[in-house]
Structure formats: C-alpha cells, structure tokens
C-alpha cells in the first residue's frame, strides 16, 4: 500500500487527536501510559517508514544491518 504525504500528514495528525482523546485533559489514560503503547510505538515506526525516500530506508537498513553484524550476509545476497 502507497500512501501519499499527505494521507500521512493526516494520519500522524489523527494519530495525535486519537491520545488527546484517549488522555482527556488529565481525566483519562495518562500520557506516558499512552506513550508506551505498543501498539502506537509500532504504528509511529510503520509511518515514519512511509514518509521516508527510497534511499533513506536503503541507508537505514544497511546501518541496522551493520549494527546487528548481518551486514555480510546482505551484501552477498544484494551481489548475487
């Protein structure tokens, strides 16, 4: 699925009304606690992806690769 940079505009600001409304001013969930959700942690990381280029997620992986030592098994793949 394609999104534009603006269905992820929209998204990221519903994303922000959804925890003011879940906080309620104090009276609701409290914001660390909402924060923390891993539900919102993961769909923050899959969003920040989207609005990503191509060769900015390339450079991404290649560094988490890197860090994880997995980068020579990559690169054997990517020469195959």
Do not use: W
Request: charged share 15%; glycine share 4%; with cysteine.
């Amino acid at each position: 699925m394609n999104m534009s940079p603006r269905q992820c505009s929209v998204l990221e600001g519903s994303l922000d009304l959804i925890r003011q409304f879940f906080h309620a001013s104090g009276n609701g969930l409290r914001r660390n606690y909402l924060d923390r959700s891993a539900e919102l942690i993961s769909l923050t990381n899959a969003l920040s992806l989207y609005t990503q280029t191509t060769d900015s997620l390339i450079k991404t992986f290649i560094a988490t690769q890197t860090s994880q030592g997995k980068y020579a098994l990559c690169s054997s793949i990517l020469l195959l």
